[in-house]
């Protein structure tokens, strides 16, 4: 599965954006997909996940009520739909495939990285 994430910018505290990522490979409908951020010299951390079949998501905490993970197999892509942002939000964004999981180990395929900047 080949990743490649698109749709970060610059946007105020507050604002919107949606991340997408398109999937390249016959096994996308079959991976879960997730997305994490990471800061300069931190870890990259967990985002939002959605099972192979859309049924399932999960948040993290820090997101949770704000952010939406969706998924269009017929065109092999995942999307994160970020509301009400905050400045903390800012990073570099990543996509990735394999399993349901909240840990970056879960994950195989990795998509390049799309950097998200909220301005307070």
């Known amino acids: 599965v080949q990743l490649q994430a698109s749709g970060g910018g610059l946007v105020q505290a507050g604002g919107s954006l949606r991340l997408s990522c398109a999937a390249s490979?016959?096994?996308?409908?079959?991976?879960?997909m997730g997305w994490f951020r990471q800061d300069p010299g931190k870890e990259r951390v967990f985002v939002a996940a959605?099972?192979?079949?859309?049924?399932?998501?999960l948040y993290a905490d820090s997101v949770k009520g704000r952010f939406t993970i969706s998924r269009d197999s017929a065109n092999n892509t995942v999307y994160l739909q970020m509301n009400s942002l905050k400045p903390e939000d800012t990073a570099v964004y990543y996509c990735a495939a394999w399993v349901y999981s909240r840990s970056v180990r879960g994950y195989n395929y990795w998509g390049q990285g799309t950097l998200v900047t909220v301005s307070s």
């Open positions: 959605i099972s192979w079949g859309g049924g399932s998501t």
């Open positions: 490979g016959r096994t996308f409908s079959t991976n879960a």
